[in-house]
């Protein structure tokens, strides 16, 4: 079951994507920005993480999962750090996927040619 | 002089009236549809990722961060071998907003960029569109998280 929800939501925050790319003057840079910042107040009021859920990763692949991603770390820091959680959550959580995206970036920048 | 501003004004309204005339409109539901199969397809690898690790012992929580490790590296080979261009021209957002699109925008300009240099070409271009994601994502998520601390005190 999951399979299917992971489709759908998966597809349907790619259509909002599409959607506020079309209908208004952004580019697709400001969208990536715009739904890490909704995912973060999602995940803040809690219901993000009910879409991971339902979900899997229909809600974790597309961008919004990411905030989602941040804002989870900072909460659970800021229960066993106190106040310094909020500087050391986010990035904590995100550790893995940011190392790894800056080191596959690096790795395939330099192995690959682009094609002109 | 005066009047003549006017004039370039009016003339410069006419201009834009009729380049929006002109521009050819967004075909609105072709792109979400693409959109919608292109994103969908790729989340269902990214679960599809997911399931694999968890039938090697791994909770639902916990197979989450390597399947994001195991996209972004799809991502960034897909890019690399210029494959991923395709998906985004087909699929809009759909190819840019699933987390292989951010790896994509990473090696994209990195690698575009190459000439420039390894420090201030590849280095430094590796974060054109990751560099904003990931400063305004850390700050909704500190200033969310700060609001949640002070309403719930910290509960």
Known sequence: MIFLWAFIIGGLLCVVAQLTLDLFPLTPAHILVLFVVIGAILGG???????????????????????????????????????LGLLTGGLTAAAGGIKAAVLFGLAASLVFKPKI | ?????????????????????????????????????????????????????????????????????????LGALLTGLGWYDRVVKHGGMGGSLPITGFANSMVAPAMEFRTEGLVLGVGA???????????????????????????????
């Open chain 1, 45 to 83: 009021v809690g219901l993000y993480g009910k879409l991971v859920a339902v979900a899997g990763a229909g809600a974790s692949v597309p961008l919004t999962g990411f905030g989602y991603t941040l804002v989870t770390g900072v909460g659970e820091a800021v229960k066993t750090k106190g106040v």
């Open chain 2, 1 to 73: 002089m005066a009047s003549q501003a006017k004039q370039g004004s009016q003339k410069m309204q006419e201009y834009q009236d009729m380049a929006s005339q002109m521009r050819p409109r967004k075909p609105l539901l072709k792109n979400a549809l693409w959109a919608f199969f292109v994103g969908g397809l790729i989340s269902e690898v990214g679960q599809g990722v997911e399931w694999f690790f968890m039938q090697h012992g791994l909770s639902a929580k916990e197979a989450t961060p390597p399947m994001t490790v195991v996209m972004i590296g």
């Open chain 2, 125 to 155: 271009k590796l974060f054109t569109v990751a560099g904003p994601v990931l400063a305004y994502g850390l700050a909704a998520a500190f200033v969310v998280g700060l609001l949640r601390l002070l309403i719930t005190g910290g509960a």
